[in-house]
């Protein structure tokens, strides 16, 4: 927790916030060890950062004077990552990682080989949802919160939303065996189009590529999905 | 497990190999759902890589014949990593993660913000290491393991062994609020140093620059150990 997150709620007026939610006073005590009189880097959910000096900390709650709240969060990434719909752990920690890194626009997509218990899991509630995405912009010193989304149907995505979301955005589908490398230092507005641990099945590699999309890879090795997405937008941007 | 990694014990001869170990055999069944029949990737731990053949599989062992094991495991990244010592849990994933990456060559060392506690960990057995080290080959069907090794002292590491490592090596620390962006694209061997949560201290940071380490950023956002290295490798090579 490099920034400590303030809902609008937390905001008692523009000098004071409050913050009484069991996790943040943990860590406020457990890892950042505050003492009144300490400066944090604070920030407001889609707003901006700055500092703020803890007045009192007890297991009720911290009260923080503000100081002017001035900064921009940092840049975000020019992409909607497009993800398979990974098992639920590894779910839960890809969207901590994508968010850190400054996506913002995420559609968790069905594909075949996505099981379809994947899609029962508790971590696709939207309040465990936003719970990873809260851990994601607290590491990046972030506050703009990601907009996920949830794409039950492969075909009725391709057919249905592909076409608008590739409208002034380069396609590109990350997969194995794909004829051209990822590209590097990308500034245009991208789709990034990532499968299943075992991958697209052919038909929806055909049909993706028909979209509009081109087919890139990351080299000969087979990574997981969450070290493949980090090292994808790394590489990308 | 992309790929069946075998040990020299495991090969009866150059036609034949058995798995006895019950989590290859757990994997086997329960993964890949592998019958007798089905063609699989194996490879030899330090050696080549090929197709098998499931001959037999019961709760004991895997048999399997050998089509000639003749092609090279992928080709590793030009990069020594020196790693300050992560939690033991963040240490398991990225340990899987670099090799999956193709790191051949980690220190894990000792730093100002290393928890001393992080060095009696379970983790660090030379057993535990092995595991993770293996998950990542298995992941990224490579079949070298990395050289892992542990340097308990910051001062020793630079006055002692640092010099040796930057022969011959381009040494980069990574590390926030540095002047430089990280390089894309770099071919040349390359000496990695990533902080621990929180960072390498001032002094640290004037002790590694001084021995001749370029410092580098990945941008504003303060990422996590096991995601920054990640974004590391996969933007430099």
Redesign the interface.
């Known amino acids: 927790m490099?920034l400590i997150l303030l809902t609008h709620d937390d905001i008692e007026n523009d000098r004071l916030a409050r913050v009484r939610d069991p996790r943040r006073l943990r860590h406020l005590r457990e890892v950042h060890r505050a003492t009144p009189g300490d400066r944090l880097t604070l920030g407001v959910v889609g707003g901006h950062i700055g500092q703020g000096e803890l007045l009192t900390l007890c297991d009720q709650e911290a009260t923080f004077a503000l100081s002017p709240l001035d900064q921009a969060p940092?840049?975000p990434l020019p992409v909607h990552l497009v993800l398979a719909l990974p098992r639920p752990r590894m779910l839960a920690r890809t969207l901590?990682?994508v968010t850190?890194?400054?996506v913002k626009q995420i559609t968790l997509l069905h594909t075949r080989r996505v099981e379809k218990s994947y899609w029962m899991s508790p971590e696709l509630t939207p309040e465990k949802i936003h719970h990873h995405l809260v851990l994601g912009l607290e590491?990046?010193?972030?506050t703009l919160l990601p907009e996920v989304t949830l794409e039950r149907g492969f075909r009725p995505f391709v057919e249905g939303r592909l076409p608008a979301l590739l409208e002034g955005r380069r396609g590109l589908l990350a997969h194995p065996g794909m004829p051209s490398a990822c590209p590097?230092?990308v500034e245009a507005p991208t789709l990034l189009l990532v499968g299943p641990e075992g991958g697209f099945i052919p038909w929806e590699v055909e049909r993706l590529l028909e979209a509009g999309c081109e087919g890139i890879h990351?080299?000969?090795?087979?990574?997981?999905v969450e070290?493949a997405v980090?090292?994808?937008?790394?590489?990308l941007f």
């Open positions: 490099n940092p840049p901590e990682h850190a890194l400054g590491q990046a010193r972030d590097r230092g990351l080299g000969q090795r087979i990574l997981r070290t980090t090292a994808l937008l790394a590489r």
